[in-house]
């Protein structure tokens, strides 16, 4: 048989999920989608300072969506891939100099 509680429960639920209006407040604020910084088509890399405040980068992360934060790691990867290679060119000439 099914559990009057249960029945109760589920009842309740549902007119509180389609009738509360505090339910209806919460549920636009997640989905309402921020209209953030436009991002840069690159990223200066240069500019990052070693001391910066940790806490606030991650605060602005957490701001990005996902496709900025994919776009960010991508420019990364890039510049690291440039530097590493100008880096190992650098160590290469040094090294048939000697």
Do not use: P
Not at 50 to 60: A, E, G, I, L
């Amino acid at each position: 048989m099914f559990n009057c509680w249960l029945f109760t429960f589920i009842k309740k639920r549902m007119y509180y999920t389609q009738h509360s209006v505090t339910y209806k407040k919460n549920h636009a604020r997640k989905t309402r989608r921020k209209a953030g910084k436009e991002v840069s088509a690159t990223y200066n890399f240069h500019d990052i300072k070693v001391d910066r405040d940790v806490k606030n980068v991650r605060k602005r992360y957490r701001q990005m969506t996902k496709e900025e934060l994919i776009e960010r790691l991508i420019q990364a990867e890039q510049f690291i891939a440039v530097n590493f290679e100008g880096w190992l060119a650098e160590q290469f000439g040094a090294f048939t100099k000697e």
